[in-house]
């Protein structure tokens, strides 16, 4: 028999009992379930960031994974709460834009609003969803309810996190900081497919000039050893994202770069 997998996903930390919580609930429900962690140190109220994280650890999962996303500032609030089926997952979560990058990734089958109270805890906090709502209604589906069962079909389209295409043309981008990584690596909003369109290709040498007009000369490589120790560089995440990096060091702490910060990226050969 096939067990139920459920990841979670949140910006909790893990000092205080709040994962630990919205655990004892799903095994509560569904004592079978396998609870998987992605990562509870999402930057605090950062969506974006846990959208970024999401997009890039869910698609490893087996089929029928049901992911839980709980980034969530507006917590009690008249903000929906939705269940999406997608290909190959369910996600459940705030209709924030948490679940919007993978869901669309992955290709949306089936939305709908979380409204059966019977599938929530009995004293629904009007601060923990989490626990009260999220987390009872992954384990119910976990075990065999139908997305029926859940609520009404969504009607209306999903909220879409804010994340602005950098711009780009032959030999420029100009891009935003879109996530750091606990190394200090500095995801940017341009992908691969934004640097093939603006002709940059491996080893061409780049001017990145920072929010400050700091100008760095670097790199584009493969990956952070075929830089020298401390040296910055441009490479391509694992994810399919630029990223500024330096090797054996901390990109975001030594560049004071944080998440929404301008970047411009240019071809030194032009």
Do not use: W
């Given at each position: 028999?096939?067990?139920?997998?459920?990841?979670?996903?949140?910006?909790f930390?893990?000092?205080?009992?709040?994962?630990?919580?919205?655990?004892?609930?799903?095994?509560?429900?569904?004592?079978e379930t396998?609870?998987?962690?992605?990562?509870?140190?999402v930057?605090?109220?950062?969506?974006?960031?846990?959208?970024?994280?999401?997009?890039?650890?869910?698609?490893?999962?087996?089929?029928?994974?049901?992911?839980?996303?709980?980034?969530?500032?507006?917590?009690?609030?008249?903000?929906?709460?939705?269940?999406?089926?997608?290909?190959?997952?369910?996600?459940?979560?705030?209709?924030?834009?948490?679940?919007?990058?993978?869901?669309?990734?992955?290709?949306?089958?089936?939305?709908?609003?979380?409204?059966?109270?019977n599938?929530?805890?009995p004293?629904?906090?009007y601060?923990?969803?989490?626990r009260?709502?999220?987390?009872?209604?992954a384990?119910?589906?976990?075990?065999?309810?139908?997305?029926?069962?859940?609520?009404?079909?969504?009607?209306?389209?999903?909220?879409?996190?804010?994340?602005?295409?950098?711009?780009?043309r032959?030999?420029?981008?100009?891009?935003?900081?879109?996530?750091?990584?606990?190394?200090?690596?500095?995801?940017?909003?341009?992908?691969?497919?934004?640097?093939?369109?603006?002709?940059?290709?491996?080893?061409?040498?780049?001017?990145?000039?920072?929010?400050?007009?700091?100008?760095?000369?670097?790199?584009?490589?493969?990956?952070?050893?075929?830089s020298?120790?401390?040296?910055?560089?441009?490479?391509?995440?694992?994810?399919?994202?630029?990223?500024?990096?330096?090797?054996?060091?901390?990109?975001?702490?030594?560049?004071?770069?944080?998440?929404?910060?301008?970047?411009?990226v240019?071809?030194?050969?032009?």
């Amino acid at each position: 028999m096939k067990l139920p997998i459920i990841t979670l996903l949140t910006d909790f930390g893990y000092r205080d009992h709040y994962v630990a919580s919205m655990k004892g609930v799903i095994l509560s429900i569904a004592p079978e379930t396998i609870i998987v962690d992605i990562s509870h140190g999402v930057p605090k109220q950062d969506i974006l960031a846990a959208a970024y994280v999401l997009k890039s650890s869910y698609r490893y999962f087996p089929p029928g994974t049901i992911h839980v996303a709980v980034v969530d500032p507006g917590v009690g609030t008249n903000r929906r709460s939705i269940v999406l089926k997608t290909r190959n997952y369910v996600f459940v979560g705030p209709d924030n834009g948490v679940l919007a990058l993978s869901a669309f990734e992955d290709g949306i089958e089936e939305a709908r609003l979380i409204e059966n109270r019977n599938l929530f805890r009995p004293d629904v906090s009007y601060t923990f969803h989490g626990r009260d709502i999220y987390a009872p209604v992954a384990a119910h589906i976990a075990r065999g309810v139908p997305l029926s069962a859940v609520g009404p079909i969504l009607e209306e389209e999903i909220h879409t996190p804010v994340f602005m295409e950098p711009q780009v043309r032959h030999g420029f981008m100009e891009c935003k900081v879109f996530y750091v990584d606990d190394f200090g690596n500095v995801v940017l909003n341009a992908t691969k497919r934004h640097l093939e369109a603006a002709g940059f290709k491996y080893g061409m040498s780049c001017s990145v000039t920072l929010k400050n007009q700091q100008t760095l000369a670097v790199r584009l490589l493969q990956s952070y050893g075929y830089s020298s120790e401390g040296e910055p560089l441009l490479l391509i995440n694992s994810e399919g994202y630029l990223e500024l990096a330096v090797n054996k060091g901390d990109a975001a702490k030594r560049f004071e770069l944080a998440p929404n910060d301008s970047i411009t990226v240019r071809l030194n050969s032009l």
